[in-house]
């Protein structure tokens, strides 16, 4: 059904294309899009008959830019996956410590990107140390709240059947309060990534190349609109292969979560 609706997509936007209907600047074929793909991953003349090549689109493959920001990602959101626990368990075993914390949080949660992306770049430059931070900032909320959710939903007469059988504070914490967070600690990673991934563009807004998001946003402006739509593309398909690697990972570590 779903590569039945997809012919159906293309098969649209071919015949919209087709006809004249929208500008080529506005709207491009799929063929132009595919040759902006093929192109972006490719060398080629800078000119008709001339020996000079050029490779890629600004001086980076395709991959390269997707390798970038996926290598982004990767420092901002696995910081957030090593802090966001610790402080998600912090907060849902201390409630003072919830309290005074939680309205920040949510605050911090609620905050578009784009609103502190510009405060970023004043404290600590354009260069990847603020893309870092503004991609932590996106994956942390989502961590802390999923692991003190987890955390408060654990039932205390499992805790307190642990102990009774002479169970330790470190055998409660791995055998009982771990395997009862893990889902949703998992479902909290998988909900920053996804987060984070659709930041990426406002991470490579300034100075962003190489990078798929600072790609994209680059062949936009030089109206480049064949290109902006493959590197869309590829930043769609990665984002749904990141969910699907999660929820894989996600079915070896807790097998038994959902079943009766």
């Known amino acids: 059904m779903a590569a039945a609706v997809f012919v159906v997509l293309v098969g649209a936007w071919w015949l919209v294309t087709a006809l004249g209907v929208v500008p080529p600047a506005y709207l491009p074929s799929p063929g132009a899009v595919i040759d902006a793909f093929v192109q972006a991953n490719t060398c080629r003349p800078i000119s008709e008959g001339s020996s000079r090549v050029v490779c890629g689109e600004f001086d980076y493959y395709m991959w390269q830019h997707l390798l970038a920001s996926l290598g982004r990602i990767g420092i901002g959101v696995g910081a957030a996956i090593v802090l966001g626990p610790i402080a998600g368990f912090l907060m849902g075993t201390i409630g003072w410590l919830r309290d005074a914390l939680d309205p920040y949080l949510n605050f911090l949660r609620a905050l578009p990107p784009l609103g502190y992306v510009g405060l970023l770049i004043v404290w600590f430059g354009i260069g990847d140390v603020s893309k870092y931070w503004l991609l932590f900032l996106a994956a942390f909320p989502p961590l802390v709240i999923a692991t003190m959710n987890g955390v408060r939903g654990v039932k205390q007469d ?20 771990l395997p009862s967070v893990l889902p949703e600690l998992l479902s909290g990673i998988r909900i920053a990534t996804g987060f984070a991934w659709t930041t990426v563009v406002a991470a490579e807004l300034n100075n962003g190349i190489p990078g798929i998001g600072g ?33 894989f990972i996600s079915r070896i570590l807790t097998p038994w979560h959902g079943r009766a």
């Open 215 to 247: 790609l994209a946003y680059q062949a936009g402006t030089q109206i480049q609109t064949a290109l902006t739509i493959a590197s869309i593309i590829v930043i769609g398909i990665v984002a749904v292969a990141l969910d699907s690697l999660i929820k």
């Open 158 to 177: 499992h805790i307190r059947a642990a102990r009774s059988m002479g169970a330790s504070r470190t055998q409660v914490a791995t055998r009982v309060l």
